[in-house]
């Protein structure tokens, strides 16, 4: 089946502990993103990749390290994780920048 | 870059009526897709739909380039339909912006 694969689904994790929310998509995409969702802010993009080796910050990178050494691993590392990236997040690919996107099942993350 | 508006902000539907949701984008773009996040959080492309019409059962949707919009029709709304519906856009950078959703509640 074509997927998009998180783990992670649910994570609660302390301030400080370095942390990595795998992503593996199995549909030869080219194009990976990562997302967070928080309320009245909406779904807000991290970083995206779009080939191998090939990475570049979103809107709200802070905070966060990505790295594409495989076509289908994206994985997110937060190495010193904050309460303000409590949030849900959500990896993406496409077959090439600007096609449809499919999406995994979301990781939830609490920092405390 | 981009904005995307979405109306309305909620919707009540009773199970059985029918229902337009509207997506407004500020430029040119070449990439218009509809997702919808069930209440357990998961998105679920729903359309790929940069210009034209599409349906998908009782899901139609229709993007009109030109004046900047594209709108979403759920038939029939069953409960199943509940969650929320997104927008999104893209440029020829392949930036994908969202739109704030529309909640829809499908009463029995």
């Known amino acids: 089946e074509a997927q998009v694969t998180q783990n992670p689904r649910y994570l609660i994790t302390v301030t400080g502990k370095k942390l990595t929310v795998t992503c593996s998509q199995n549909?030869?995409?080219?194009?990976m993103s990562w997302y967070r969702q928080d309320p009245g802010l909406g779904l807000r993009q991290i970083y995206y990749s779009m080939n191998v080796e090939v990475t570049d910050k979103g809107d709200v990178p802070e905070g966060y390290k990505v790295s594409r050494k495989e076509k289908r691993n994206f994985p997110l590392i937060l190495e010193s994780p904050s309460p303000n990236q409590t949030s849900l997040y959500f990896c993406?690919?496409?077959?090439?920048?600007?096609?449809?996107?499919?999406f995994g099942s979301g990781t939830r993350l609490t920092v405390v | 870059g981009i904005q995307v508006e979405q109306s309305p902000p909620d919707l009540i539907l009773q199970e059985g009526a029918n229902s337009t949701l509207r997506c407004n984008f500020s430029d040119s773009v070449n990439n218009l897709q509809w997702f919808h996040q069930n209440p357990w959080g998961q998105l679920i492309n729903l359309f790929y739909i940069p210009s034209g019409t599409k349906q998908n059962g009782r899901l139609s949707a229709t993007t009109v380039a030109t004046e900047r919009y594209s709108l979403l029709y759920i038939s029939s709304s069953q409960t199943t339909d509940s969650g929320v519906y997104f927008c999104a856009a893209g440029d020829s950078w392949g930036k994908l912006q969202f739109g704030a959703g529309t909640q829809v509640v499908v009463t029995p």
């Open positions: 993406a690919s496409s077959l090439s920048m600007g096609t449809q996107y499919t």
């Open positions: 549909m030869n995409h080219e194009y």
